[in-house]
């Protein structure tokens, strides 16, 4: 099955603990995204990657960092200098381009709870 | 400051009724409108693109409209069903190189039996 997977999808962090989130497709696309989703807020882009080795900061990417090192991979990890990490993370990929190349497909989440 | 608004309220339909979602956009001229569904705790799928120069898309139950004018898509179900009830995001494709997306906070839409 072509898709993209997130894992894990729950997952519990003590303050000043750094986490990773991890963020795996099997679309052969070339860009691919970090968003978080509050409670009634739309989706906020963490970062993002238009092909490996490379990624661009979005509008929150403070507190966060990314790596890109494979096409297939795109690891987010939450550090301790995010002071409000508690929320839904998604992780999504296109094609990359214009009207349908630019559809996202999305991963199931991952729902982060500091405790 | 550019904006881009869907009904904050949930929208409450009767079964069998068309339901209709409003998105607006303010200072933005996209070349494409998305429009996708999102479950609760699960990702957002895509349903239905629009370009900037198309008045109307159809797909199956569902119909876009676009107006570039009023800044406005109008996003419809015909014979609304329970299983339809969802988040509905609209996402703005601005054509810009970094191929980003901007996306609404989405309208909770419940299918009343």
Known sequence: ?115 | SQKIEQNSEALNIQEGKTATLTCNYTNYSPAYLQWYRQDPGRGPVFLLLIRENEKEKRKERLKVTFDTTLKQSLFHITASQPADSATYLCALDLARSNYQLIWGAGTKLIIKP
């Open chain 1, 1 to 115: 099955d072509g898709g993209i997977t997130q894992s894990p999808k729950y997952l519990f962090r003590k303050e000043g603990q750094n986490v990773t989130l991890s963020c795996e497709q099997n679309l052969n696309h070339d860009a691919m995204y970090w968003y978080r989703q509050d409670p009634g807020q739309g989706l906020r882009l963490i970062y993002y990657s238009q092909i490996v080795n490379d990624f661009q900061k979005g509008d929150i990417a403070e507190g966060y960092s990314v790596s890109r090192e494979k096409k297939e991979s795109f690891p987010l990890t939450v550090t301790s200098a995010q002071k409000n990490p508690t929320a839904f993370y998604l992780c999504a990929s296109s094609i990359r381009g214009q009207g349908l190349k630019a559809t996202q497909y999305f991963g199931p989440g991952t729902r982060l709870t500091v405790l």
